[in-house]
């Protein structure tokens, strides 16, 4: 299967700072990239939509002045968290898909696990 | 939207077999398989677009039935690597129509020694 990184694997920052998370497809061209969270126990919850060099699409609910996202090219997205507080801790996940959603798989990123104190 | 898992969670022997559900309320164009374990990022299993699609993958199979409203996951011989959160995705629109994964509740398997 394809390999997608994620950096950092884990954070760890005060409150009201930022923080930005890269997410690599590593061996091919991704269309799009997906940005999840997830908290413990439950199911990931897409937060947006990223497509090389247009505008990221926000999932209902989603702050896109607090979480702004760049996909600058089709092998690299990132997330920043602006302003964190506690609340934003979470398990972010993004994934990677060489097609449409319904025909292809997504290949996920290991994850960064984000801790603002 | 959300396709409904079952069981939610189930907890087996090594060799015992399970299988895990997923539906949804309306037709759809395919069904997505994912394993995810504590800790780590969800891994792809499979993926089935047809109705009365079977596939298998080693001793892990799923099937996607002929009105595409169910898919079934089968775990058969289960060993102790198979424990997991098993997700099920399937398609969904987004804000502004954009495709989008809508991944199930999952199910939590935990095969014993």
């Known amino acids: 299967g394809a390999v997608v990184s994620q950096h950092p694997s884990r954070v760890i920052c005060k409150s009201g700072t930022s923080v930005k998370i890269e997410c690599r497809s590593l061996?091919?061209?991704?269309?799009?990239m997906f940005w999840y969270r997830q908290f413990p126990k439950q199911s990931l919850m897409l937060m947006a939509t990223?497509?090389?060099?247009?505008?990221?699409?926000?999932e209902q609910g989603v702050e896109k002045d607090k979480f702004l996202i760049n996909h600058a090219s089709l092998t690299l997205s990132t997330l920043t968290v602006t302003s964190a507080h506690p609340e934003d801790s979470s398990f972010y996940i993004c994934?990677?898909?060489?097609?449409?959603?319904?025909?292809?798989?997504?290949?996920f990123g290991p994850g960064t696990r984000l801790t603002v104190t | 939207q959300q396709p409904v898992q079952s069981p939610q969670a189930v907890i087996l022997r090594e060799g015992e077999d399970a299988v895990i559900n997923c539906s949804s309320s309306?037709?759809?164009?395919?069904v997505h398989w994912y394993r995810q374990k504590h800790g780590e990022a969800p891994v792809f299993l499979m993926i089935?677009?047809?109705?009365?699609e079977q596939k298998g993958h080693e001793k892990i199979s799923a099937s996607f039935n002929e009105k595409k409203q169910q898919s079934s996951l089968y775990l058969t011989a289960s060993q102790l690597s198979y424990s997991g959160t098993y997700f099920c995705?399937?398609?969904?629109?987004?804000?502004?129509?954009?495709?989008?994964?809508?991944f199930g509740k999952g199910t939590k398997l935990t095969v014993n020694p």
């Open positions: 994934s990677a898909s060489r097609g449409s959603v319904s025909s292809y798989e997504q290949y």
């Open positions: 061996d091919f061209q991704a269309t799009t």
């Open positions: 990223s497509n090389e060099g247009s505008k990221a699409t926000y």
């Open positions: 309306k037709a759809l164009y395919s």
């Open positions: 089935l677009l047809k109705g009365g």
């Open positions: 995705g399937t398609e969904g629109r987004g804000q502004g129509g954009s495709e989008k994964l809508v």
